[in-house]
């Protein structure tokens, strides 16, 4: 017990009174030397939590917060909400390695910087037990956006770095993007634009850019076929785009956007083993193993749509004979319908008419949906998938593809691993890509998916 003035505190850690009240450490130490000779201990440890506090509500950046390469630990707490999703506090400590004492100052720093939220009664991450609160960056902390650049349309959607996406816009142009990446780009940038005014918001709010392409990516960043981008090759997408917007880029190849996009928002939601085929002009596959997305050794894992069905076949645009492409992509199915039925306008009506009754139609999805089980099946006894996500143009036709696909899975699959693979439509339809764009943005990519808190499928309409 000791007496200051007129007050009596019985608790050493009363002293922050004292502070709180003096308004100065120093001032106390000066003025009470005895007193300070007591509680110096205390003193030094509360000047150097203050200090601490101060430097840290200093350095709290929206616009570099959360990015690689942070070192403070406010920062290091925000980096793991934006790898991880929302999270609990105490699945914060593990993901962080934090000290739970550690974690609490860190979340009190940004939530007085207004770059937290928290809400109570949501349900824990998978495994993670009762329902507990949930921490999430705030739309302050920054946004993430994703764009899927197709043969003729380019995609995109804005998420805040809590995973909640924010708005989606798609534009159509009229003419084939595939040899003409300086058009695609400046499509792109305009969208982007378009789509921060949309939400009030300007570049310098953006962490960071995922960008989609129908190729694949290698390791040094560029597109790595010639033939499926012939206007791109060698060219370095991510570099060229952050360029235009002067916000960093990743790229990456469409389908496995595709499967990231899934696996976070869509069908693929809890899945640690996944595939899911792009099945649009062309087709490809994002693969997922074991909780990561798997890319090979050049980039180029997941071509299905150049796996070889007929040796002797026609020669597909890659170069090779008989590829699956030629007798599922969107580009040769429209081919062939177009001979008996030349007015349909594109694969959405030759769906339309399969659904319709027409014969022809019908058996053209049938046959398609036949070659590609084969296909699947092969890559079925390879990896032994989950699941099996079929997206994008083509994938809405699921209905009609899933009886034929599973007999030709049947007859290439081993069938114990034929009977484990569920084959499932896509929840995100046209949006795989750029929702995948999102969480290349955010950097999910890096972490095993299996320790995600996956979200919710949106349901937005989408601005053209």
Same mark, same amino acid.
């Given at each position: 017990m000791f007496k200051l003035g007129r007050k009596v505190y019985c608790d050493p850690r009363a002293i922050t009174q004292v502070v709180s009240t003096i308004g100065n450490q120093v001032v106390i130490c000066r003025q009470y030397p005895a007193l300070a000779?007591?509680?110096?201990?205390?003193? !030094?440890?509360?000047?150097? $939590? @203050? @200090?601490?506090r101060a430097m840290a509500t200093q350095r709290i950046d929206p616009r570099t917060l959360s990015r690689p390469g942070a070192s403070t630990l406010v920062d290091r707490v925000a980096r793991t909400l934006r790898l991880y999703g929302p999270s609990t506090r105490a699945e914060l400590v593990a993901l962080s390695g934090l000290s739970r004492t550690t974690v609490s100052a860190a979340l009190a720093d940004l939530g007085a910087a207004g770059l937290v939220g928290e809400r109570t009664g949501a349900q824990g991450r998978p495994g993670g037990g009762r329902r507990a609160s949930i921490v999430r960056l705030t739309r302050r902390a920054g946004l993430a956006a994703? %764009?899927?650049?197709?043969?003729?349309? /380019?995609?995109?959607?804005?998420?805040?770095?809590?995973?909640? *996406?924010? =708005?989606?816009?798609? !534009?159509?142009?009229? %003419?084939? #993007?595939?040899?003409?990446?300086?058009?695609?780009?400046?499509?792109?940038?305009?969208?982007?634009?378009?789509?921060?005014?949309?939400?009030?918001?300007?570049?310098?709010?953006?962490?960071? *850019?995922?960008?989609? /392409?129908?190729?694949? +990516?290698?390791?040094?960043?560029? %597109?790595? =076929?010639?033939?499926?981008?012939?206007?791109?090759?060698?060219?370095?997408? $991510?570099?060229?785009?952050?360029?235009?917007?002067? /916000?960093?880029?990743? &790229?990456e190849n469409d389908a496995n956007l595709g499967a990231l996009g899934e696996y976070v928002w869509g069908a693929g939601r809890g899945c640690t083993d996944l595939v899911y085929v792009?099945?649009? !002009?062309?087709?490809? &596959?994002?693969? /997922?193993?074991?909780?990561?997305?798997?890319?090979?050794?050049?980039? !180029?894992?997941g071509e299905l749509g150049h796996v070889t069905l007929d040796a002797r076949g026609a020669v597909c645009r890659c170069g090779n004979r008989g590829c699956v492409e030629l007798a599922v992509g969107g580009r040769a199915l429209?081919?062939?319908?177009? @001979?008996?039925?030349?007015?349909? &306008?594109?694969?959405? $009506?030759? +769906? $339309?008419?399969?659904?319709?009754?027409?014969?022809?139609?019908?058996r053209l999805v049938a046959d398609a949906g036949t070659q590609l089980g084969y296909a699947l099946g092969n890559l079925v006894n390879?990896?032994?998938?989950?699941?099996?996500? #079929?997206?994008?143009?083509?994938g809405a036709a699921t209905d009609l593809l899933r009886e034929p696909l599973q007999r030709g899975l049947a007859e290439t699959a081993f069938a114990v691993a034929a009977e484990a693979v569920e084959v499932v439509q896509s929840d995100l339809a046209l949006r795989a890509a750029a929702y995948g764009g999102i969480a290349l943005a955010l950097g999910v990519d890096t972490v095993p998916f299996a320790t995600l808190r996956t979200a919710e499928p949106a349901d937005r309409s989408v601005a053209r």
């Open positions: 000779d007591q509680f110096r201990p205390f003193l !030094t440890e509360l000047g150097r $939590a @203050q @200090q601490h994703g %764009v899927d650049i197709g043969r003729r349309h /380019v995609r995109l959607a804005l998420a805040d770095l809590g995973h909640d *996406v924010l =708005s989606e816009h798609e !534009t159509r142009t009229g %003419v084939d #993007l595939d040899d003409r990446p300086d058009e695609a780009l400046a499509a792109a940038a305009d969208l982007f634009d378009a789509a921060l005014a949309g939400i009030d918001a300007r570049r310098d709010d953006v962490v960071a *850019v995922g960008l989609g /392409v129908p190729a694949p +990516i290698t390791r040094d960043r560029r %597109v790595g =076929s010639a033939p499926m981008l012939p206007g791109w090759a060698d060219l370095r997408p $991510a570099d060229a785009f952050a360029d235009l917007l002067g /916000v960093p880029v990743r &790229a792009k099945l649009a !002009t062309g087709v490809g &596959a994002g693969i /997922v193993l074991d909780g990561r997305l798997y890319r090979g050794a050049a980039g !180029t894992a429209l081919a062939h319908a177009r @001979q008996a039925k030349p007015e349909l &306008a594109d694969l959405a $009506a030759l +769906i $339309a008419a399969a659904r319709h009754g027409d014969p022809g139609c019908r390879l990896i032994n998938p989950q699941r099996i996500v #079929l997206g994008d143009e083509l």
